[in-house]
C-alpha cells in the first residue's frame, strides 16, 4: 500500500510533472549538462535548473564535474543515481502501489578526451562495436518479450484478484451496516503486515478502545482471527 512508503508520494509527485519526465528519459542515454537538457526538451535552463534540483534531492539523479572538449571552465554533468521499479494497480476494488529499489552495477562515466586511434585499431574498434550493438539488441529484444509476458501474468492475477475481491466486498456490504466494521474487514483482506490494534488504529485513523471492541465482535461472529 501507498502509506508504508512516505516516498512513493514524492515519486509520484516528481513523475507528475512532463518536464521532469523528459528530464529522465533524456538522462537514460548519457550524463548530459543542463544547457543540452534545455535545448533538447525545449525548455528554458532556468526551469531546467529547478526540476534538476528537485530530482537530485530526491536522489534520482546526481552531478559532477567534467572537462569540457572546448576551452571553457569544467561543466556540471547530470546522470541517472538511482534504480527503482514503481508498480501501480488500481482495480474495482483494489489499489496497491508498490516501489522496489533495483540495485545495479557501477555507473560509467564517459571519457571527453579519447586517444587517437591508428586506422587498424580503428577498424578493429568498430568491428567490436558492431558485435556489442547486435548482441545487445538481440538480448534486449529477449528481455522485452520475457517481461511482456510478466507483465501480461500480473495483469491476468489483478483481474482474478478484483473478481474475489468484488465478491467478498459484496457479502461484506449486504452482512454489515457499521462502516468501521466493514473498513476492518477491508484491511484484513488485503494487508499482510497489521500486526495489532494500535497498528490498525493508524491505518483506519479511529480510537484503539472502538477499533478493539469491534475486532472482538467480528471475530466472535464469524470465528476468524483479524488481529
Same mark, same amino acid.
Given at each position: &500500500?501507498?502509506h508504508d512508503?512516505?516516498?512513493i508520494?514524492?515519486?509520484?509527485?516528481?513523475?507528475?510533472?512532463?518536464?521532469?519526465?523528459?528530464?529522465?528519459? *533524456?538522462?537514460?542515454?548519457?550524463?548530459?549538462?543542463?544547457?543540452?537538457?534545455?535545448?533538447?526538451?525545449?525548455?528554458? /535552463?532556468?526551469?531546467?535548473?529547478?526540476?534538476?534540483?528537485?530530482?537530485?534531492?530526491?536522489?534520482?539523479?546526481?552531478?559532477?564535474?567534467?572537462?569540457?572538449?572546448?576551452?571553457?571552465?569544467?561543466?556540471?554533468?547530470?546522470?541517472?543515481?538511482?534504480?527503482?521499479?514503481?508498480?501501480?494497480?488500481?482495480?474495482?476494488? *483494489? &489499489?496497491?502501489?508498490?516501489?522496489?529499489?533495483?540495485?545495479?552495477?557501477?555507473?560509467?562515466?564517459?571519457?571527453?578526451? &579519447?586517444?587517437? +586511434? =591508428?586506422? +587498424?585499431?580503428?577498424?578493429?574498434?568498430?568491428?567490436?562495436?558492431?558485435?556489442?550493438?547486435?548482441?545487445?539488441?538481440?538480448?534486449?529484444?529477449?528481455?522485452?518479450?520475457? &517481461?511482456?509476458?510478466?507483465?501480461?501474468?500480473?495483469?491476468?492475477?489483478?483481474?482474478?484478484? /478484483? /473478481?474475489?475481491?468484488?465478491?467478498?466486498?459484496?457479502?461484506?456490504?449486504? =452482512?454489515?451496516e +457499521?462502516?468501521?466494521?466493514?473498513?476492518?474487514?477491508? =484491511?484484513?483482506?488485503?494487508?499482510?503486515?497489521?500486526?495489532?490494534? +494500535?497498528?490498525? =488504529?493508524?491505518?483506519?485513523?479511529?480510537?484503539?478502545?472502538?477499533?478493539?471492541?469491534?475486532?472482538?465482535?467480528?471475530?466472535?461472529?464469524?470465528?476468524?482471527?483479524?488481529?
Amino acid at each position: &500500500m501507498s502509506h508504508d512508503n512516505p516516498e512513493i508520494g514524492e515519486l509520484l509527485d516528481l513523475l507528475g510533472n512532463n518536464t521532469r519526465r523528459r528530464i529522465l528519459e *533524456s538522462l537514460t542515454n548519457e550524463p548530459k549538462y543542463f544547457i543540452q537538457l534545455s535545448k533538447e526538451i525545449g525548455v528554458s /535552463q532556468q526551469a531546467v535548473l529547478k526540476h534538476l534540483f528537485l530530482l537530485e534531492n530526491f536522489g534520482l539523479i546526481e552531478s559532477f564535474k567534467a572537462k569540457s572538449n572546448l576551452a571553457a571552465p569544467d561543466r556540471k554533468y547530470f546522470q541517472l543515481n538511482r534504480s527503482v521499479y514503481l508498480s501501480i494497480g488500481i482495480t474495482g476494488n *483494489s &489499489m496497491e502501489i508498490k516501489m522496489e529499489n533495483i540495485k545495479g552495477p557501477n555507473k560509467i562515466r564517459s571519457k571527453n578526451n &579519447m586517444a587517437i +586511434e =591508428s586506422k +587498424e585499431g580503428s577498424i578493429k574498434k568498430d568491428k567490436e562495436i558492431t558485435d556489442i550493438l547486435k548482441n545487445t539488441k538481440h538480448k534486449l529484444e529477449l528481455l522485452a518479450k520475457r &517481461m511482456q509476458e510478466l507483465e501480461d501474468e500480473k495483469i491476468h492475477l489483478l483481474k482474478e484478484k /478484483q /473478481q474475489i475481491l468484488e465478491i467478498t466486498h459484496q457479502v461484506i456490504r449486504e =452482512s454489515l451496516e +457499521e462502516d468501521l466494521a466493514r473498513r476492518i474487514l477491508y =484491511s484484513n483482506l488485503i494487508s499482510r503486515e497489521i500486526t495489532d490494534i +494500535e497498528e490498525l =488504529s493508524e491505518i483506519l485513523n479511529t480510537r484503539e478502545k472502538e477499533i478493539k471492541i469491534i475486532v472482538k465482535s467480528l471475530e466472535d461472529r464469524f470465528s476468524v482471527d483479524l488481529i
